[in-house]
């Protein structure tokens, strides 16, 4: 039981103590309320001699346990655009003529329409404009007067960005017009010139997106600890003015693994798609023997379901209850059905969860979360790694990957809404059988401080050992534990036993949020539809499995 929970109902009890020793002589008291407040007209006060031999109870200061923050939110704040500084272009000395390694194309004459052309950007991609182009004072996107077919191959893939789940708008370049008077050519310059800088400034928008995202999710929450990827716009303007594979370049820069490329096919299935013509309120809720408005279109998407094994001899009781919002008890089996076939616990109780699973969501929340899915991979390394291990957290699964094949899968148990489990990647490194469990030190003083406050021995009977910065053993039932506030300096770690709360294994990737994957003893969670229950490792229904798999052997 929580601390605050046994404190809260204690509370009333002590002030019923008191009044009890402070009121008139049970011996007189006819019921609890004359007892409790002098009510009864024999009841007697005490002689005041009594009266001033009781000695006065000291007050108990209330001690405050002190907590340790968690992981907090943070309001999201894109870059700023800024206008594009172009002064340090503008003023660069033109190239000399003999210099091998250009060609005059006229970009050094034409960047001086630069001069007052508001070009709104990201402030590193600002930045690296200008030092790209003092440099390499040419073009890239236009050939003679007018653009070339680079240019038009990076307009083009702007043109589908959609497809990956990214805004054309965000890209969007208005090319010059293709006709123009040949005595307008100083003009006609400029806005081929102001038409390059912008295609770059929105070709590097388009990259960043690509490799990074266009989220930094590490300003979204602390719970996110995602390296952002190392890019050289630089480089990547060089490696587009010495190719004519524009297009190949770009859709290269996108993450490569087959689960990027399966969203995107996910996605134009869905858009492609009608939008569902039957609709089931979110919030339903129907046991058996219940009637509720909702349920006949319930079992209208059964009867479509390909994927949900009728049982044997009930084939014929779907039909025989169409249209009807009784639950009649001789629909449970199939219900039940549908649930473990869409991995749910087969109970029979069909609320949102089941009403989710077999009736999704709106076409457009569909198409939705595939797009932040999209994003969510851009996160991640392009290559994920083989053999890999894949901790899908909104889904509580995990899964072992090798050779480009899941070959073990399973349910997992990740941290509850306040401390839940954080985003990142790393290396497993080793595997330990009968672990101690080293007590985090926000469980140290969020939940065992309270009651160490209240019980100093509490350690020492549960099985947990103690030690000091020296490692030395320390008895808890010998420490002040409230001296310290939140910087206890002694360690607590749990002796190996049935009892552990690591069970008999743990697999490590050691990081700086101590998160790592475990057995334990409270099996039964694996069997909730909803698994978030830890405080931010990763509990394994299958743990030796998974060991076996990191460590390449069989058992």
């Known amino acids: 039981m929580r601390f605050h929970l046994g404190k809260s109902a204690a509370l009333p009890f002590a002030i019923l103590a008191s009044a009890v020793l402070a009121g008139a002589p049970a011996a007189h008291a006819e019921n609890i309320f004359d007892m409790l407040f002098g009510r009864h007209p024999r009841a007697e006060p005490l002689p005041m001699d009594m009266r001033q031999q009781r000695p006065e109870r000291p007050a108990t200061p209330r001690v405050r346990a002190p907590r340790v923050a968690g992981p907090g939110y943070r309001t999201y704040k894109p870059d700023v655009l800024g206008k594009v500084d172009f002064r340090p272009l503008l003023a660069a000395p033109a190239p000399a003529a003999f210099e091998p390694s250009l060609q005059n194309d006229g970009f050094a004459e034409a960047k001086q329409g630069l001069d007052g052309f508001d070009l709104l950007a990201e402030k590193d991609i600002g930045k690296a404009l200008t030092a790209y182009y003092t440099q390499h004072p040419q073009f890239i996107w236009v050939t003679g007067f007018g653009p070339n077919s680079r240019a038009e191959q990076a307009l083009a893939e702007f043109g589908d960005a959609a497809s990956y789940g990214l805004n054309p708008a965000d890209y969007a370049v208005t090319p010059p017009p293709a006709n123009f008077s040949p005595d307008d050519t100083a003009d006609r310059m400029k806005d081929l010139a102001r038409f390059e800088l912008t295609l ?4 590097l928008r388009y990259v960043h997106d690509a490799v990074e995202g266009r989220v930094d999710p590490n300003r979204m929450s602390d719970y996110y600890d995602l390296p952002l990827k190392p890019l050289d716009y630089g480089a990547v303007l060089d490696a587009l003015a010495h190719t004519y594979e524009v297009k190949t370049y770009l859709e290269s820069r996108h993450p490569q693994n087959s689960e990027y490329q399966a969203l995107r096919k996910e996605l134009q299935t869905l858009r492609a798609s009608a939008e569902n013509d039957i609709v089931v309120d979110p919030k339903t809720f129907v046991r058996p023997g219940e009637t509720n408005p909702e349920f006949h279109k319930i079992l209208e998407l059964l009867s479509r379901s390909t994927d949900i094994a009728v049982p044997p001899d009930e084939g014929g009781v779907l039909a025989s209850h169409a249209g009807s919002d009784l639950y009649s008890d001789d629909l449970v089996p199939l219900i039940k059905a549908a649930q473990k076939a869409k991995g749910l616990k087969p109970d029979g109780v069909i609320g949102p969860r089941t009403v989710q699973a077999l009736a999704g969501t709106s076409k457009a929340e569909k198409i939705e979360k595939v797009i932040l899915a999209l994003e969510e991979m851009r996160w991640l390394p392009s290559d994920l790694g083989d053999p890999r291990v894949f901790i899908n957290e909104p889904a509580f699964m995990v899964t072992f990957t090798k050779g480009g094949v899941d070959q073990l899968s399973m349910r997992a148990v990740v941290g509850k809404p306040t401390n839940q489990t954080t985003f990142f990647y790393d290396q497993i490194e080793q595997v330990d059988f009968h672990p101690y469990w080293g007590v985090p030190r926000s469980i140290l003083v969020n939940e065992m401080l309270p009651r ?59 990081n700086k949020h101590a998160i790592y994957m475990h057995d334990t003893p409270e099996k039964y969670l694996f069997d909730r539809d909803m698994r978030a229950f830890s405080h931010g490792c990763v509990r394994l229904q299958k743990p030796r499995e998974m060991a076996a798999a990191v460590l390449d052997t069989t058992v």
């Open 452 to 510: 160490l406050l209240r019980d100093p021995g509490y350690l020492d009977r549960a099985g947990y050992e103690v030690t000091d910065s020296k490692g030395r053993r320390i008895p808890s039932s010998s420490i002040d534990w409230g001296a310290y506030g939140a910087n206890i300096p002694y360690d607590v770690r749990q002796q190996p036993s049935e009892a552990n709360a690591l069970g008999e294994l743990k697999i490590l990737f050691p």
């Open 200 to 203: 770059s400034a929105r070709v």
